[in-house]
């Protein structure tokens, strides 16, 4: 098992810029990505952004050019830099984490933080 816990949430102003965190623990070895994914209030969950070891990015369309991924395979920890938030932004944010195969395959999930874009 993995466990992933989050960090970084909280309250900013649209225009602003906050970063995520994510450290994970347990069984390291079985997983070789990282992602973030959101569920704002009366929606489905959506991916955010995937990270591989190896390098491999994927982000979601909504978010593109405005939030920035990272890994530290050595901290096993991921982030999240987002910038330019919107109120459309404010959701909570899951870390997760599991395998890249050509596609990326979630298999653990953190409890979520929550991030609210508002003046």
């Known amino acids: 098992q993995v466990q992933l816990v989050e960090s970084g949430g909280g309250l900013v102003q649209p225009g602003g810029s906050l970063r995520l965190s994510c450290a994970a623990s347990g069984s390291i070895f079985s997983i070789d990505a990282m992602g973030w994914y959101r569920q704002a209030p009366g929606k489905q969950r959506e991916m955010v952004a995937h990270i591989s070891n190896g390098g491999t990015t994927q982000y979601g369309d909504s978010v593109k050019g405005r939030l920035t991924i990272s890994r530290d395979k050595v901290n096993n920890t991921v982030s999240l830099q987002m910038n330019s938030l919107k109120p459309e932004d404010t959701a909570v944010y899951y870390c997760?984490?599991?395998?890249?195969?050509?596609?990326?395959?979630?298999?653990?999930w953190g409890k979520g933080t929550l991030l609210t874009v508002s003046s």
């Open positions: 997760a984490a599991g395998n890249y195969r050509g596609i990326f395959i979630m298999k653990y």
